[in-house]
C-alpha cells in the first residue's frame, strides 16, 4: 500500500523559512508527477507547485518566487523550500503523486482528493506575524 508521509511543519514568524518533506513508502518518485497542496481553514484546497520526472517544476503565483520544489530521487524524498513566509501561508500542505512521468496542465488546479492518485495526510504550516 502506497503511503505519502509528509514532515518538516511547524510555527514561524512572518519572514521566516521552512522546508517541508515528502517522503513514499511503497512508491519511488523518481519518474513520477508531484506536487505540493495546501488548504486554509473555510478555503478550498489550492495546488501550490509540481514537479515532473524530468525535474520541471510550476508554482502557483501566490509562492512564484519564494517557494521551490525540489526532488532526491536517491532518497526517494519531495521537498518544498519555503522563504519570505506570510500569515496568508498558513494552511495544511499536503503532497501528491501521479503515476505518470510528465504533470498535466491541470494538475496544480485539480486538488480535490480524487484528482491525483495518491496524497498524503497533511502537515500544518502556521506564520505569526
Known amino acids: 500500500q502506497v503511503q505519502l508521509v509528509e514532515s518538516g511543519g511547524g510555527s514561524v514568524q512572518a519572514g521566516g523559512s521552512l522546508t517541508l518533506s515528502c517522503t513514499p513508502v511503497g512508491y519511488a518518485i523518481g519518474g513520477s508527477c508531484m506536487g505540493w497542496f495546501r488548504q486554509s481553514p473555510g478555503n478550498s484546497r489550492e495546488g501550490v507547485a509540481s514537479i515532473d520526472g524530468d525535474a520541471h517544476t510550476t508554482y502557483a503565483d501566490s509562492v512564484r518566487g519564494r517557494f521551490t520544489i525540489s526532488k532526491d530521487n536517491a532518497k526517494n524524498t519531495l521537498y518544498l523550500q519555503m522563504n519570505s513566509l506570510e500569515p496568508e501561508d498558513t494552511a495544511m500542505y499536503y503532497c501528491?503523486?501521479?503515476?505518470?512521468?510528465?504533470?498535466?496542465?491541470?494538475?496544480?488546479?485539480?486538488?480535490?482528493?480524487?484528482?491525483?492518485?495518491?496524497w498524503g495526510q497533511g502537515t500544518q504550516v502556521t506564520v505569526s506575524s
Open positions: 501528491a503523486a501521479d503515476r505518470a512521468f510528465w504533470c498535466k496542465e491541470t494538475f496544480l488546479s485539480h486538488a480535490r482528493q480524487g484528482d491525483h492518485n495518491y
